[in-house]
């Protein structure tokens, strides 16, 4: 998933939605509180979700130094200072250059494993503290950044940081209570078949090798043959560079190999692509529009791009939140619509769903049946827990719709979202789970083919072993 959030002005119609775009990538960020802990700081920002540098100034309003992560979904980063922190003397800013922490999505507890950081220098010290202060290991890093702990970490959280001089680099580290052990049948689940151009290869299964330095990758394209790094990796994961650090491009199709100097693993077939989402002002005899513009390369593909509004008084073309177009020659195209008189922030989320249209509606006719599904998108959350993102295939393979599943850091399912895609519209079916695995809600909903919703039921437990059923109101747009 990917976002984009922008400001709206007092009183602004549309042409000040661009004015203001830019926001969402660069500028301020307020900090609101700071507390301090057993030599660590939390400071809570305006700034969810958001990669930023928080420097602490002297007495002079000069940098003393620096530390550059990602703020959680509640606006707070927490810095192994050493030392208190003072509101009065940090100062907060969007990263200009966040480097990647690369982590395998679950870590067990004593199990060995492989992190990356970009950036960091061959033989440079990476510190892993406590959050109570307590400085555990510090490790140096290989020449591509790569740190292997062979004993792995006990459970518990952890903050990672790294750097020279002044400047730092920090992120937290989850490692789960468990470790089940795998480490003898090796397998992994085939990658998604399209590959972003600067993400990350993530591979999943079971008895990896959790030192990647003993790993390679080999990407092979027919006449374009590529060596690939393998950055990150545990028992069950496999972390490779992105397809862009390896000199691929969007169009390049190929199979990926990992091997590790005795027996290659296949680990499928991919294309390469490269998406990117801009808002552009037109300028139309009635005035000006904002649209939002998601741009594929290479044109040739074909899938459908959704996107959501997540929060902000903006809508979309049909008058809801949620909207989908086919891609048109690479580029799927929306119009956003702001409230007049309105003020604040919105933000958007968008993303891919590569499917061959064709496939869709030739499974219209058809009842759903038993099929396969194949892996799309795996999803690091920030608060620990994973998505996994499946297309999902009828029996005679015909594409029918999708389905995502939450994990928290239990391993346990704490969602899971189920599309059908007919020619009038889509049905979604929403479940929810406690982190212990106990059932909270299911939604059933419907919604016309411009993505506008037109009914639903959401049921609860009632809390005396029985259900409650709310129905979808539409004029309120709320259950009752």
């Not at 002079?60 to 979904?73: I, L």
């Not at 292997?148 to 680099?169: C, M």
């Not at 480490?183 to 990647?212: E, F, R």
Request: glycine share 10%.
């Amino acid at each position: 998933m990917n976002r984009l959030k922008n400001a709206l002005k007092p009183s602004a119609l549309l042409a000040a939605i661009i004015l203001c775009f830019g926001a969402f990538a660069q500028g301020t960020v307020t900090i609101q509180t700071v507390d301090n802990y057993g030599g660590n700081s939390n400071v809570y920002t305006d700034a969810p979700n958001s990669d930023v540098t928080i420097t602490e100034l002297d007495a002079d309003k000069k940098p003393v130094r620096s530390w550059t992560g990602k703020t959680d979904d509640k606006g707070k980063i927490t810095i192994p200072a050493g030392s208190n922190l003072s509101k009065e003397y940090l100062k907060a800013e969007r990263a200009k250059n966040m480097p990647d922490v690369l982590v395998p999505y679950s870590i067990n507890a004593n199990e060995p494993f492989t992190f990356c950081v970009s950036g960091v220098l061959e033989g440079q010290v990476c510190e892993m503290r406590s959050l109570s202060g307590e400085v555990i290991t510090t490790p140096k890093a290989d020449r591509l950044g790569r740190v292997f702990l062979p004993a792995g970490l006990a459970a518990g959280a952890y903050l990672l940081s790294t750097g020279s001089g002044k400047s730092h680099v920090i992120a937290p580290i989850h490692v789960n209570p468990t470790n089940p052990g795998n480490y003898y049948s090796t397998s992994v689940s085939p990658i998604s078949n399209y590959t972003k151009l600067g993400d990350a290869i993530s591979i999943h299964g079971t008895g990896l090798n959790p030192n990647a330095a003993a790993l390679s990758g080999m990407w092979n394209g027919g006449a374009k043959t590529m060596p690939v790094d393998v950055l990150a990796s545990s028992p069950n994961e496999l972390i490779l560079a992105s397809p862009k650090a390896a000199g691929l491009k969007p169009g390049d199709v190929g199979s990926l190999t990992v091997s590790d100097g005795a027996a290659s693993l296949p680990c499928g077939s991919t294309t390469i692509y490269d998406a990117k989402a801009t808002l552009t002002k037109r300028v139309m005899p009635s005035g000006s529009e904002t649209h939002l513009l998601v741009n594929v390369e290479p044109k040739s593909l074909t899938g459908n791009v959704y996107a959501e509004i997540t929060s902000g008084p903006v809508t979309f073309d049909n008058g809801g939140a949620k909207t989908s177009a086919a891609l048109n020659n690479g580029i799927a195209d929306f119009r956003v619509i702001s409230s007049p008189g309105s003020e604040g922030t919105f933000t958007l989320n968008w993303g891919i769903d590569w499917t061959k249209i064709a496939d869709a509606l030739n499974a219209l006719t058809k009842d759903e049946r038993p099929g396969t599904r194949r892996a799309r998108h795996h999803i690091k959350n920030n608060d620990g827990t994973w998505t996994d993102e499946y297309d999902d295939y009828d029996a005679d393979g015909n594409w029918i719709g999708s389905t995502s599943e939450t994990y928290g850091p239990n391993n346990k399912m704490t969602g899971r979202k189920t599309v059908r895609n007919g020619k009038d519209g889509r049905t979604e079916k929403t479940e929810k789970w406690d982190k212990d695995g106990k059932w909270t809600e299911t939604k059933d909903e419907t919604f016309d083919k411009d993505g506008k919703q037109t009914g639903g039921t959401k049921t609860t437990p009632d809390g005396k072993g029985g259900t409650t059923t709310q129905t979808w109101d539409p004029t309120t747009g709320t259950y009752k």
